[in-house]
């Protein structure tokens, strides 16, 4: 069973020395940390691939009510919105999308 120790960390990854069953060092592994920007951008664009298939869905419809345009057309902003803090990288939140 191999064995890892903890040789460097600062607030982006941690380092590690891996050691083979025998003790023997036998490389090294870095883990990155994630920041909050990073969560929130893999959280907006989880929702951007979401959004493809509910919009294809609602352009596959032959006719729509007034209450179904509306929904759509708040999902269709919020997705400009996670579209628009992924471009100009403003991930502090996700908020709007």
């Known amino acids: 069973m191999s064995t890892r120790k903890l040789v460097f960390e600062n607030d982006r990854i941690r380092r590690y020395q891996v050691f083979?069953?025998?003790?023997?060092?036998?490389?090294?592994?870095?883990?990155?940390?994630?920041?909050?920007?990073?969560?929130?951008?893999?959280?907006?664009?989880?929702?951007?691939?979401?959004?493809?298939?509910?919009?294809?869905?609602?352009?596959?419809?032959t006719t729509t009510t007034n209450a179904e345009n509306t929904a759509h057309l708040r999902r269709v902003t919020q997705q400009n919105s996670a579209l628009i803090r992924l471009m100009l990288e403003l991930l502090d939140t996700t908020e709007g999308t």
């Open 20 to 61: 083979g069953d025998a003790g023997q060092l036998t490389g090294t592994d870095d883990e990155t940390i994630l920041t909050p920007e990073m969560t929130n951008a893999a959280t907006i664009r989880s929702r951007l691939q979401q959004a493809i298939a509910a919009n294809t869905t609602h352009l596959a419809k």
